[in-house]
């Protein structure tokens, strides 16, 4: 018995032990147990804020604790997340997320068992930071009537504010981009820079950029001076300017040099010119500028002498010597594409005219030029030949340096042109050269001793007809390339100067009034051509050539649509602002036009134009233009200070007549209704518009 109660215990003892050991190993973290997951922690957010109305972009969220199981409430609402991992999560933050101004939580919550929601990090949505870009207008005239000022920029709030010069001025919302103010008078009537700030309110926003408003002098402008020339050594004088806007403490500069300017009112200024100012040839640039306003377009004044405005001569195929009151036409009998020798002399003025006289030559002549201040005409052959004639005698016979036939336009000449400029006393010839990378040249004849300087190898292809500028110690060569070429004949070198014109227009020749510095291109084929004011011009060094640039344009003359080849021959008439214009090879269409009197600011235009056809010639033949180079020329009366153009009859064939135009009568002609016709019912000749002269 007491054998059974001791094994009972025993058993007993082993039930409460087995209990004990089960109950230990179920509270025990053994691996037959269950993990709570962790409370998750945000230690921050990027961005932290966005302005109202910001694009869709992600929010990253940093912390500890992050799972795949992890899920974040932005504003209580779900979003879905990307596990980057345990420290690193994002969400997609929509449009509508970030539309409306407030600070929003962000929860990362991990479930259970254990888990748990995160810290709140708040996300702001506030207003932006405006910026402004501009105004309109940008600045004001000093003393300007109230008037609306609109500011442009970015970020702007219905609830912004604006400051001028920090007082408070109430705008008007346009939209995101646009806000007004109103300017008062008060706000106009003192000159300086004042700050305009555009404010948007809390949350976020802040002050913009501080832009300046600027309430300045007026910027003055000329119009015109008077006079406009003066001869080279006239005694000191008074120059008027006139224009806008001039006040009592605008400036004056004379080529650069400051003159006391006396105010005379808002539209009128004085300078004094001294000897000295007006003692040089050459176009000296006129200036106003007025502080706090700015300085005009520049207004050129011009030193000339009656010697350079005479020799101011294109290169055309008639030479025209004028001395005392007699005018006398050097006509070739020759051409680029002809054979006849020999050089008409042709008295032209004064009334009645004399008999025209031969002068025998052993080459081809195509082309004269005459120096009306030595009395020497310059007369040049299809080959190298140079002849220097006085009267109707042959004084010298020299040879250029030309060595090929000129490429590519004209056929059959080496030497295709000659030009006067009758300041430096030089004949200027031009042509073929094989060593030019144009294959064409120019050379200077010095005519005081009758010596050749070095011939100069173009880049550019030589114009057809040259001008000379020996107001400015330049010659001007619009080429069929498009290119319009300058060479400075200043210094004993010769440097040569390009300008691509857009559009390449297919240049012909040259003309300018020496006086304005307003010079003009023939386009050949066209109804078109070029004026630019050389006054303006700047000049730029290079190699091998350098540039050049000046206010010009390409003109349209409707008209001149009958002209055979387009507009080609043109010629100035010295001391007017009159043209002649015509075709080439065949026609008996003609124009003439009429350029500006002043010079040196803004893009230049013809003033006025007219178009005509020459009656038939005394022995009722067609009148027919001479083929290249072109039979045009002009002149000035020296009786009756007319401007006369000059044309030779004769295509493929010697000229048998010189008209003589009358050019402001041309001008002042009837003309067509609505046109720039002359009325093919005025008769041209029995109205004294045109006379014929026979050159044999």
């Known amino acids: 018995m007491e054998r059974v109660i001791k094994m009972g215990r025993i058993w007993t003892m082993f039930l409460i032990l087995g209990v004990v050991i089960q109950i230990t190993a179920c509270g025990s973290g053994g691996g037959g147990g269950v993990s709570n997951n962790p409370i998750p922690s945000i230690t921050s957010i990027s961005p932290t804020s966005a302005a109202a109305g910001a694009a869709a972009q992600t929010l990253t969220i940093s912390g500890t604790n992050f799972s795949s199981s992890s899920t974040v409430t932005f504003n209580g609402t779900a979003h879905t997340a990307t596990l980057v991992n345990a420290t690193q999560m994002t969400i997609s933050l929509s449009t509508s997320d970030q539309a409306t101004l407030g600070t929003y939580p962000v929860v990362v919550t991990n479930p259970a068992p254990g888990g748990g929601a995160s810290n709140s990090a708040n996300f702001s949505v506030n207003n932006p930071v405006p910026s402004i870009t501009g105004f309109s207008p940008a600045s004001v005239i000093v003393g300007a009537a109230a008037q609306t000022l609109t500011i442009n920029g970015t970020n702007f709030l219905s609830s912004s504010t604006v400051t001028l010069s920090g007082a408070a001025h109430t705008p008007t919302f346009v939209n995101a981009t646009r806000l007004t103010i109103a300017l008062s008078a008060g706000d106009q009537a003192t000159l300086g820079s004042y700050p305009v700030v555009v404010t948007n309110p809390a949350p976020g926003g802040g002050a913009s950029n501080s832009a300046n408003f600027t309430v300045a002098n007026p910027v003055p402008s000329i119009t015109s001076i008077s006079p406009t020339s003066a001869a080279a050594g006239a005694a000191a004088q008074t120059l008027t300017i006139n224009g806008t806007n001039f006040l009592s403490i605008s400036t004056v500069t004379f080529n650069g040099t400051a003159h006391t300017a006396t105010f005379v009112n808002a539209t009128q200024l004085t300078i004094a010119l001294s000897a000295g100012d007006q003692a040089t040839l050459g176009s000296y640039p006129v200036v106003v500028t007025t502080p706090s306003g700015g300085a005009s377009a520049r207004f050129s004044f011009n030193v000339t002498s009656a010697k350079a405005l005479a020799s101011s001569t294109p290169s055309s195929a008639l030479g025209v010597l004028i001395q005392g009151t007699n005018v006398t036409a050097y006509v070739p009998n020759g051409s680029w594409a002809t054979s006849s020798t020999g050089v008409q002399v042709v008295p032209i003025e004064p009334l009645p005219v004399g008999l025209p006289q031969s002068i025998s030559t052993p080459d081809t002549a195509n082309s004269c030029a005459s120096n009306s201040i030595s009395g020497e005409t310059v007369c040049v052959a299809n080959g190298t030949d140079v002849y220097l004639i006085t009267g109707s005698t042959i004084n010298t016979t020299l040879t250029s340096a030309s060595n090929v036939v000129r490429p590519p336009g004209p056929t059959g000449c080496e030497n295709c042109g000659v030009a006067i400029d009758a300041v430096a006393d030089n004949a200027i010839v031009s042509m073929g050269l094989r060593s030019a990378p144009s294959g064409t040249g120019i050379q200077l004849l010095s005519l005081a001793n009758n010596t050749f300087a070095s011939p100069y190898p173009a880049v550019n292809s030589v114009s057809e007809g040259i001008q000379t500028d020996p107001c400015r110690s330049i010659i001007l060569s619009p080429s069929e390339g498009g290119v319009f070429d300058v060479f400075n004949t200043s210094s004993t070198s010769i440097?040569?100067?390009?300008?691509?014109?857009?559009?390449?227009?297919?240049?012909?020749?040259?003309?300018?009034?020496?006086?304005?510095?307003?010079?003009?291109?023939?386009?050949?084929?066209?109804?078109?051509?070029?004026?630019?004011?050389?006054?303006?011009?700047?000049?730029?060094?290079?190699?091998?050539?350098?540039?050049?640039?000046?206010?010009?344009?390409?003109?349209?003359?409707?008209?001149?649509?009958?002209?055979?080849?387009?507009?080609?021959?043109?010629?100035?008439?010295?001391?007017?602002?009159?043209?002649?214009?015509?075709?080439?090879?065949?026609?008996?269409?003609?124009?003439?036009?009429?350029?500006?009197?002043?010079?040196?600011?803004?893009?230049?235009?013809?003033?006025?134009?007219?178009?005509?056809?020459?009656?038939?010639?005394?022995?009722?033949?067609?009148?027919?233009?001479?083929?290249?180079?072109?039979?045009?020329?002009?002149?000035?009366?020296?009786?009756?200070?007319?401007?006369?153009?000059?044309?030779?009859?004769?295509?493929?064939?010697?000229?048998?007549?010189?008209?003589?135009?009358?050019?402001?009568?041309?001008?002042?002609?009837?003309?067509?209704?609505?046109?720039?016709?002359?009325?093919?019912?005025?008769?041209?000749?029995?109205?004294?518009?045109?006379?014929?002269?026979?050159?044999?």
């Open 495 to 696: 440097t040569e100067f390009a300008n691509a014109v857009s559009g390449s227009p297919q240049f012909d020749s040259a003309a300018q009034d020496c006086a304005t510095g307003i010079a003009m291109a023939t386009i050949e084929g066209s109804t078109t051509a070029y004026i630019m004011d050389f006054t303006q011009a700047v000049f730029t060094p290079g190699s091998p050539v350098g540039t050049w640039t000046a206010p010009g344009q390409v003109m349209s003359f409707p008209e001149f649509a009958n002209f055979l080849n387009g507009t080609n021959g043109i010629a100035f008439v010295p001391g007017s602002h009159l043209v002649i214009i015509s075709g080439e090879g065949g026609g008996n269409e003609f124009g003439a036009l009429l350029l500006p009197s002043t010079s040196g600011s803004g893009i230049p235009a013809v003033v006025d134009y007219a178009a005509a056809i020459l009656p038939n010639t005394p022995d009722g033949h067609v009148f027919e233009q001479g083929t290249e180079p072109h039979t045009i020329a002009g002149f000035a009366s020296p009786t009756s200070s007319k401007a006369y153009g000059l044309m030779a009859n004769g295509f493929s064939i010697p000229s048998t007549y010189l008209a003589v135009i009358d050019l402001q009568a041309l001008l002042s002609a009837p003309r067509t209704t609505g046109t720039h016709t002359v009325d093919p019912n005025y008769d041209l000749l029995a109205n004294g518009v045109v006379r014929y002269v026979s050159t044999h």
